[in-house]
């Protein structure tokens, strides 16, 4: 059990409760204890793409979250709560209700290197404590600005546009039309946008800051990862599926290979005595290799490693022991 699960999130249900349906499912299947991780948090009103690792892909966690994510969000003009969420208490109001074509004007400005204050309602901590732990006791949270990047921002036409399809599952998702009202100068009460981030972004700070200078408030009233590294929404599972897996279902139907979270990585095939060397952790040398991340695997395309090629020496980054 060394492998993936993309599990398509329901709205409702938080990362830990996802990782933990997994591990049950696994025991269900006979599989005993397995090891379980998560390739990045996304909240219980989040929907999509929710990367599961089991076995030796939970050393690959980390560059998980570090990847780059997309999402499909809507903006609900005019209200703005605490929370900057569908959840929250209201905080802030406004009668300005922006035109597509001032919308358009001004994601520009949200598009490349950005600072972003964090929402009050986040997991960061703040003097040893949760951010939203603080807030929910009614404390003025002062978060601080952060470095992102938005590396791409444009209005969806329809909801679930980039992001729509069908899943591993076989279901539909977010495949109704709902166009993003387009007559000139006229009012719009949301906009549906996509945006590709680097990790780190909040989307409802994004929401909140797009909405202020558009000269009006707003709040996110949905929000969908539609990809989260490698992985996309087309690889995804629902819970029904996962839950078919205890009852009986074949393995192909449910988990991804390790190595299908390296696939933005180079793969380096490695002869059998580089192979037995980097098993063993030691460095190889004498390899004609650009400098850079490898994955490196041996003659039965195993992956045995994350390995970095310098000078021609390769050395171990992360062992995989398959």
Same mark, same amino acid.
């Given at each position: 059990?060394?492998?993936? &699960?993309?599990?398509?999130?329901?709205?409702?249900? !938080?990362?830990?409760?996802?990782?933990?349906?997994?591990?049950?499912?696994?025991?269900?299947?006979?599989?005993?204890?397995?090891?379980?991780?998560?390739?990045?948090?996304?909240?219980?009103?989040?929907?999509?793409?929710?990367?599961?690792?089991?076995?030796?892909?939970?050393?690959?966690?980390?560059?998980?979250?570090?990847?780059?994510?997309? /999402?499909?969000?809507?903006?609900?003009? !005019?209200?703005?709560?605490?929370?900057?969420?569908?959840?929250? #208490? $209201? $905080? #802030?109001?406004?009668?300005?209700?922006?035109?597509?074509?001032?919308? %358009?004007?001004?994601?520009?400005?949200?598009?490349?290197?950005? %600072?972003?204050? @964090?929402?009050? +309602?986040?997991?960061?901590?703040?003097?040893?404590?949760?951010?939203?732990?603080?807030?929910?006791?009614?404390?003025?949270?002062?978060?601080?600005?952060?470095?992102?990047? &938005?590396?791409?921002?444009?209005?969806?036409? +329809?909801?679930?546009?980039?992001?729509?399809?069908?899943?591993?599952?076989?279901? #539909? /998702?977010?495949?109704?039309?709902?166009?993003?009202?387009?007559? %000139?100068?006229?009012?719009?009460?949301?906009?549906?946008?996509?945006?590709?981030?680097?990790?780190?972004?909040? &989307?409802?700070?994004?929401?909140?800051?797009?909405?202020?200078?558009?000269?009006?408030?707003?709040?996110?009233?949905?929000?969908?990862?539609?990809?989260?590294?490698?992985?996309?929404?087309?690889?995804?599972?629902?819970?029904?599926?996962?839950?078919? +897996?205890?009852?009986?279902?074949?393995?192909?139907?449910? +988990?991804? @290979?390790?190595?299908?979270?390296?696939?933005?990585?180079?793969?380096?095939?490695?002869?059998?005595?580089?192979?037995?060397?980097?098993?063993?952790?030691?460095?190889?040398?004498?390899?004609?290799?650009?400098?850079?991340? /490898?994955?490196?695997?041996?003659?039965?395309?195993?992956? &045995?490693?994350?390995?970095?090629?310098?000078?021609?020496?390769?050395?171990?980054?992360?062992?995989?022991?398959?």
């Amino acid at each position: 059990m060394n492998g993936w &699960i993309i599990l398509d999130k329901p709205l409702g249900l !938080g990362s830990t409760q996802a990782v933990g349906a997994v591990k049950r499912v696994c025991r269900e299947a006979g599989l005993g204890k397995v090891k379980v991780g998560h390739g990045g948090t996304l909240d219980p009103l989040a929907t999509g793409v929710l990367p599961i690792a089991l076995g030796e892909a939970t050393k690959l966690c980390g560059r998980m979250l570090d990847a780059s994510k997309v /999402y499909d969000f809507t903006i609900r003009f !005019g209200v703005q709560t605490d929370g900057l969420d569908a959840e929250g #208490a $209201v $905080v #802030a109001t406004s009668a300005v209700r922006p035109a597509l074509a001032a919308v %358009e004007a001004v994601l520009p400005r949200f598009t490349g290197p950005i %600072e972003q204050v @964090p929402p009050a +309602f986040s997991a960061i901590k703040v003097g040893g404590e949760r951010a939203y732990d603080r807030a929910r006791k009614g404390e003025a949270v002062e978060m601080r600005p952060r470095a992102v990047t &938005i590396h791409s921002l444009s209005p969806l036409p +329809f909801r679930g546009g980039a992001g729509g399809g069908v899943s591993r599952s076989g279901a #539909a /998702y977010d495949a109704k039309p709902h166009p993003n009202p387009s007559p %000139e100068g006229e009012g719009l009460e949301e906009i549906t946008l996509t945006a590709h981030v680097s990790k780190g972004t909040y &989307i409802r700070s994004l929401a909140r800051d797009i909405a202020l200078a558009l000269g009006t408030v707003g709040h996110v009233t949905m929000l969908r990862r539609t990809k989260a590294g490698p992985f996309t929404a087309q690889q995804a599972i629902s819970l029904d599926k996962l839950s078919a +897996f205890g009852q009986g279902a074949a393995q192909s139907e449910i +988990f991804l @290979p390790l190595e299908a979270g390296l696939v933005d990585i180079p793969a380096l095939d490695l002869s059998p005595e580089a192979a037995g060397a980097i098993r063993q952790g030691r460095v190889w040398t004498g390899v004609s290799a650009d400098d850079g991340l /490898y994955w490196g695997r041996d003659g039965d395309n195993r992956p &045995i490693a994350l390995i970095e090629a310098l000078a021609g020496t390769l050395k171990v980054v992360r062992g995989f022991n398959l």
